[in-house]
Protein backbone atom coordinates (compact mmCIF):
# COMPACT_ATOMS: atom_id res chain seq x y z
CA UNK A 1 0.00 0.00 0.00
CA UNK A 2 1.38 3.54 -0.76
CA UNK A 3 1.74 5.81 1.78
CA UNK A 4 -0.82 9.16 1.47
CA UNK A 5 0.83 12.02 0.06
CA UNK A 6 0.79 15.71 1.43
CA UNK A 7 -1.10 16.66 -1.80
CA UNK A 8 -3.74 13.94 -1.14
CA UNK A 9 -4.10 15.70 2.35
CA UNK A 10 -4.19 18.84 1.01
CA UNK A 11 -7.12 17.54 -2.00
CA UNK A 12 -9.00 16.21 0.94
CA UNK A 13 -9.03 19.07 3.35
CA UNK A 14 -10.22 21.25 0.50
CA UNK A 15 -12.97 19.11 -0.12
CA UNK A 16 -13.65 19.48 3.55
CA UNK A 17 -13.46 22.78 3.77
CA UNK A 18 -11.02 23.21 6.10
CA UNK A 19 -8.03 25.20 6.52
CA UNK A 20 -4.69 23.68 7.35
CA UNK A 21 -1.37 24.97 7.54
CA UNK A 22 1.85 23.58 5.90
CA UNK A 23 2.49 22.05 9.28
CA UNK A 24 -0.29 20.42 9.42
CA UNK A 25 -0.67 19.17 6.10
CA UNK A 26 2.69 17.12 6.70
CA UNK A 27 1.77 15.88 10.46
CA UNK A 28 -2.03 14.59 8.94
CA UNK A 29 -0.21 12.76 6.32
CA UNK A 30 2.14 10.77 8.90
CA UNK A 31 -1.32 9.98 10.83
CA UNK A 32 -3.41 8.81 8.02
CA UNK A 33 -0.86 7.11 6.71
CA UNK A 34 -0.81 5.22 10.08
CA UNK A 35 -4.26 4.38 10.07
CA UNK A 36 -4.91 3.20 6.66
CA UNK A 37 -1.55 0.90 7.19
CA UNK A 38 -3.77 -0.16 10.27
CA UNK A 39 -7.00 -0.84 8.33
CA UNK A 40 -4.84 -2.99 6.29
CA UNK A 41 -3.59 -5.19 8.65
CA UNK A 42 -7.16 -5.76 10.50
CA UNK A 43 -8.39 -6.47 6.89
CA UNK A 44 -5.41 -8.87 6.00
CA UNK A 45 -6.76 -10.99 9.22
CA UNK A 46 -9.96 -11.12 8.98
CA UNK A 47 -11.14 -14.59 8.27
CA UNK A 48 -14.15 -15.15 5.47
CA UNK A 49 -15.12 -18.07 7.71
CA UNK A 50 -16.03 -15.58 10.83
CA UNK A 51 -19.57 -14.05 10.69
CA UNK A 52 -19.07 -9.96 11.28
CA UNK A 53 -20.74 -9.03 14.54
CA UNK A 54 -21.46 -6.26 16.28
CA UNK A 55 -19.52 -7.41 19.88
CA UNK A 56 -16.95 -9.59 21.10
CA UNK A 57 -19.46 -11.36 23.24
CA UNK A 58 -22.68 -12.59 23.03
CA UNK A 59 -25.46 -10.34 24.51
CA UNK A 60 -28.33 -11.06 25.93
CA UNK A 61 -31.70 -9.04 27.38
CA UNK A 62 -31.93 -9.27 30.97
CA UNK A 63 -35.84 -8.38 31.88
CA UNK A 64 -37.91 -8.72 34.83
CA UNK A 65 -41.27 -9.86 35.73
CA UNK A 66 -43.89 -6.71 34.66
CA UNK A 67 -45.51 -6.58 37.73
CA UNK A 68 -48.13 -4.43 39.82
CA UNK A 69 -46.70 -2.00 42.52
CA UNK A 70 -48.41 -0.16 44.72
CA UNK A 71 -47.43 3.45 42.96
CA UNK A 72 -48.89 7.59 44.44
CA UNK A 73 -52.83 7.82 43.78
CA UNK A 74 -53.36 10.55 41.06
CA UNK A 75 -54.64 13.16 43.70
CA UNK A 76 -51.05 12.82 45.27
CA UNK A 77 -49.27 12.78 42.30
CA UNK A 78 -50.83 15.70 40.86
CA UNK A 79 -50.83 17.90 44.17
CA UNK A 80 -47.45 19.19 43.36
CA UNK A 81 -48.77 19.95 39.94
CA UNK A 82 -49.62 24.20 39.00
CA UNK A 83 -52.37 23.05 37.01
CA UNK A 84 -54.45 19.59 36.81
CA UNK A 85 -57.48 18.72 34.91
CA UNK A 86 -59.67 15.40 34.86
CA UNK A 87 -56.79 13.79 36.65
CA UNK A 88 -53.82 14.95 34.27
CA UNK A 89 -51.14 17.45 34.80
CA UNK A 90 -52.58 20.73 32.43
CA UNK A 91 -50.05 22.07 30.38
CA UNK A 92 -50.07 25.16 27.93
CA UNK A 93 -51.07 24.35 24.35
CA UNK A 94 -47.87 24.50 22.19
CA UNK A 95 -49.54 23.63 18.76
CA UNK A 96 -52.21 25.17 16.95
CA UNK A 97 -53.56 22.07 15.16
CA UNK A 98 -56.60 19.58 16.70
CA UNK A 99 -56.16 16.78 18.82
Not at 23 to 30: C, F, I, P, R, W
Not at 38 to 45: D, G, K, L, N
Not at 57 to 78: F, G, H, I, K, M
Amino acid sequence: MTAITRDEVAHLARLSRLALGEDELDHLAAQLDQIISAVARVQEVAAEDIPPTSHALPLTNVYRADEVRPSLPPDQALAGAPAAEEQRFRVPRILDEEA
